[in-house]
């Protein structure tokens, strides 16, 4: 008995080193994984922030030899546009002629689409128009990487930096209903659907979004030569043990750890390692369309056919619309008598923590080119209230007739006239007035961002 099993052992080396690099010694040891629950997963891999010149190629070898595992890459577009990307080119064209892997992009700057709140403190972040701007941008350059390539297949995918626009903190899904004026009770999915500006953008240029149930941890820095087992070991437990039968799993192309050698063959990677162990526990790495069409959360996967196409309506419209008379009355400003003061000083916004000159405070509103305090704005004071009335200059005569005084008017806008800082507007104006935060109104505001 012994005999034979040393004859087999002998005979199977015979074999060469396809058999031997197909294997991994699966007695390594499991503690912490729930090796049950490995049995029968299916997991996809994706790769983000990249391509790497020199770590993308060997993690594409590695996903080829032996294990044929495919995967998606959410590309950063910006990467191309340095100089040298020849390399950088070519290995996008390779991932999108690659039978097995999905090209996708992961925006053209590495920039939140949406809020991003870190320890309490806003990170840079871009708003919608920025966002749509970055998506086509993104789009332009995998196209001119790929020879238009890219836009021809449907199904494209997205994965905005840090999943924000389908994943917001509990602190930032507070804020973004705060300024989106959505009800208390509304979840992250409500918002995903019906109030991300990102994913909006994304589905008018074809893009469903990816995020992803179960991270590498290959981006917090921790893992290097010295620690790569654990990494290993953190990989692998935490695959096992999710709760998720069907696994995006997270992982960076540039990130070192993945194409270290591996300290069990040396002729093999960290990735090549992670690979063949899951393997051993019985996971079973499968295309990204075959993860995509099982019932994953909203975060994990949006499909772009759920995307509904609504303006949401800020607070202060919603303000503006309550009150009387709402008219269709053009746009047209008084001349103002009483002259209010430009305030200088910069000031941080709450919501993006950039800083601007020439605003008014931290509430400010840019309106028709001058920054006013948004509770100002949201009171401005009606025709029929003489008090204000006279800061407007008007003279009364023939104009308007106010029912409610039951006086005439001059100089106002019609009956859906109001008064706001000396000047006569017409409400429907008023409700266009845009936060400071919108920076492509802040310039009509003559502001200067310093970052
Ligand atoms: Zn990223």
Redesign the pocket.
């Known amino acids: 008995m012994a005999k034979s099993l040393i004859l087999c052992t002998f005979f199977l080396s015979l074999l060469g080193p396809s058999v031997v690099h197909a294997r991994w010694d699966c007695s390594f040891p499991k503690k912490d994984i729930n090796t049950s629950k490995c049995i029968g997963k299916k997991v996809h891999l994706t790769f983000?922030?990249g391509p790497h010149p020199t770590y993308t190629p060997k993690i594409l070898e590695s996903l080829k030899n032996p294990h044929k595992v495919p995967a998606t890459f959410?590309v950063?577009t910006a990467n191309l546009d340095k100089s040298n990307n020849q390399k950088r080119m070519e290995l996008v064209r390779k991932i999108q002629e690659s039978r097995e892997h999905v090209l996708a992009t992961?925006g053209h700057e590495?920039i939140a689409h949406d809020t991003r709140i870190i320890g309490g403190e806003h990170r840079e972040s871009f708003d919608a128009s920025e966002s749509l701007a970055d998506i086509q941008a993104s789009t332009a350059w995998l196209d001119r990487a790929t020879g238009g390539a890219f836009s021809k297949k449907d199904n494209r995918l997205i994965?905005f930096?840090?999943a924000r626009g389908i994943t917001p903190s509990p602190i930032e899904l507070n804020e973004i209903k705060r300024r989106e004026g959505m009800s208390r009770q509304a979840g992250r999915d409500d918002y995903i659907l019906h109030h991300s500006a990102a994913m909006r953008n994304a589905a008018s240029e074809g893009y469903s979004h990816v995020g992803w149930n179960h991270d590498s941890e290959d981006?917090t820095g921790r893992y290097n030569e010295s620690n790569q087992d654990i990494y290993v070991d953190n990989f692998l437990k935490n695959l096992c043990n999710s709760s998720h039968r069907h696994i995006i799993s997270l992982l960076?192309d540039i990130q070192r750890v993945n194409v270290l050698p591996s300290k069990e063959n040396s002729r093999k990677t960290v990735l090549d390692e992670v690979i063949m162990k899951a393997k051993c526990l019985g996971v079973e790495f499968v295309g990204i369309r075959e993860i995509l069409n099982k019932d994953l959360p909203l975060n994990v996967y949006t499909d772009i056919e759920k995307v509904v196409a609504d303006e949401t309506q800020d607070a202060l419209t919603a303000l503006i619309d309550t009150l009387p008379n709402s008219g269709e009355a053009p746009v047209k400003v008084c001349p103002c008598e009483v002259e209010i003061s430009s305030q200088s000083g910069g000031c941080i916004s709450d919501y993006n923590g950039a800083y601007y000159e020439n605003c008014k405070g931290s509430t400010s509103i840019c309106y028709q080119g001058k920054w006013y305090a948004k509770s100002a704005l949201e009171n401005p004071m009606k025709i029929d209230d003489v008090r204000v009335a006279s800061a407007c200059g008007f003279k009364q005569s023939r104009t308007c007739y106010s029912s409610s005084t039951k006086k005439e008017y001059g100089q106002c806008e019609g009956e859906s006239s109001v008064c706001f800082d000396g000047r006569w507007h017409s409400r429907q104006g008023l409700s266009r007035a845009k936060d400071m935060d919108e920076l492509v109104i802040a310039s009509t505001c003559g502001i200067r961002q310093v970052r």
Do not use: K, V
């Open positions: 983000d922030d959410f950063t992961h590495h994965r930096p840090y981006s960076h």
